[in-house]
């Protein structure tokens, strides 16, 4: 072992430049074993030695999806999946976690963006994918350790696509009572796809929702007159659905598995060709709605913040550019 435990808080850490035979580089550090193994990593970087293990990026991939895959939503999996198998693994490959630099992290995003102008959020995405890899990775070694800081690739978000409240009208009409009740989850309650599809029995009350959101966060959803109405209906008319015999705890199983539903995009399709709709419409829309629609309609920026359950109140405030058009007609009035 190179990091080997003298006395409490006190490890001596020896490291070969040239193997077993070259000369050794003996250190003493004072601290906690993570910090010694810590301050192992970052030495032998700084001398160029390989840590000995086998570990690469690309072998570290598949243990790490398969993990993604039983613990993180299903698109989720699908994204990582894409992006750590395509671009990150041709670059980082033979790369060893702990030898990755800001030096290659910059020559990643130049050649990114060689092959794929334009494509900075994606390649800011990637590296976000590689880092939480490489801290899933380090965690289970007791190392708390990612990739070095480095600067994300300036870019401009787009303004979220929204539907109009009568696309909104024309398309719930054409839900059977399991879809109208999950899409006006989301534009009614604010939701997100996840939020709803993870809905359980328990957390439906009289006046409010109970929703575990991202990073696990709790947050209540006042229940409306319109989300109340689609609730009720559909939960007097859902059939029971049991998993190996139990029935299921979620408002919105799967009708075909019984598990957690992954999509309704399909259903979306169906609706929006049969209600005249020539125009782009995803699950996510709904809940850009509500808050365009809230906004639009006097709604405060804290309240929609805490509505939709945002972390920051600058990532609500993208809504007042959506909604400008009428907040320039409502300044308009004033004389």
């Not at 032998?44 to 690309?58: A, F, Q, R, W, Y």
């Not at 699950?283 to 639009?296: I, S, Y």
Request: overall charge positive.
């Amino acid at each position: 072992m190179s990091v080997r435990k003298l006395a409490d808080r006190k490890y001596q850490i020896d490291i070969y430049e040239n193997g077993r035979k070259g000369p050794r580089i003996r250190k003493v550090y004072y601290g906690t074993e993570s910090e010694a193994n810590i301050f192992e990593l970052e030495l032998k970087k700084s001398l160029g030695v390989m840590p000995k293990t086998n570990d690469t990026v690309e072998q570290i991939i598949g243990p790490y999806l398969e993990w993604v895959k039983n613990h993180q939503a299903a698109d989720t999996y699908k994204g990582k999946y894409k992006l750590l198998n395509g671009p990150v693994l041709g670059f980082f490959r033979n790369f060893h976690p702990d030898l990755i630099t800001d030096r290659h992290i910059d020559a990643y995003q130049v050649k990114r963006l060689i092959k794929s102008p334009g494509h900075k959020r994606v390649v800011n995405l990637e590296i976000t994918y590689l880092s939480a890899m490489i801290k899933w990775w380090n965690k289970k070694r007791g190392v708390k350790r990612s990739l070095p800081e480095h600067d994300k690739l300036p870019y401009k978000k787009p303004l979220p696509e929204y539907l109009s409240p009568l696309e909104i009208k024309k398309l719930i009409t054409e839900f059977g009572h399991f879809h109208l009740a999950f899409c006006a989850c989301m534009y009614y309650g604010g939701m997100r796809f996840q939020e709803v599809a993870s809905l359980r029995d328990r957390d439906v009350f009289e006046t409010h929702l109970r929703i575990i959101g991202k990073g696990n966060k709790e947050r209540l959803v006042p229940i409306s007159g319109p989300l109340r109405k689609a609730l009720r209906t559909y939960l007097l008319k859902s059939p029971v659905v049991k998993i190996d015999g139990v029935v299921s705890e979620l408002v919105f199983p799967s009708p075909v598995t019984g598990k957690k539903i992954t999509t309704i995009r399909s259903a979306i399709r169906g609706a929006k060709r049969r209600a005249g709709i020539d125009r782009r419409i995803t699950p996510h829309m709904l809940r850009h709605a509500f808050a365009t629609h809230l906004l639009e309609s006097g709604g405060d920026l804290r309240s929609i913040q805490m509505l939709l359950g945002h972390a920051s109140i600058s990532t609500t405030q993208i809504y007042t550019n959506v909604a400008m058009p009428h907040l320039q007609a409502t300044v308009d009035r004033l004389k």
